[in-house]
């Protein structure tokens, strides 16, 4: 990001990465969401944050508050 100056950062917020999502190779334990906001806040751009989608439909609430909550609380 440094490289490029950019301004400003895109993130498409899939949430498959959950450890209950039907495809789910990575398990990531919804604890683990916070940290995730926290380090894209920690890129210090501004951001904007697109939710791609999760097969977990009945976590996929919790689960994009967790990462908002982390890189708000930054």
């Given amino acids: ?3 490029f100056a950019s301004q400003a950062l ?3 917020l899939g ?5 209950v999502g039907p495809f789910s190779f990575f398990a990531v334990k919804p604890t683990e969401f916070p940290r995730i906001g926290e380090r894209v ?3 210090g ?3 904007l944050f697109v939710m ?4 977990a439909v009945e976590a996929l609430g919790q689960t994009m508050v967790n990462v ?3 890189y708000l609380n930054a």
């Fill in 1 to 3: 990001m440094a490289r």
């Fill in 10 to 12: 895109v993130v498409s």
């Fill in 15 to 19: 949430v498959d990465v959950f450890e």
């Fill in 41 to 43: 806040a920690g890129i």
């Fill in 45 to 47: 751009r501004l951001t």
């Fill in 52 to 55: 791609e989608g999760g097969d």
């Fill in 68 to 70: 908002c909550t982390g």
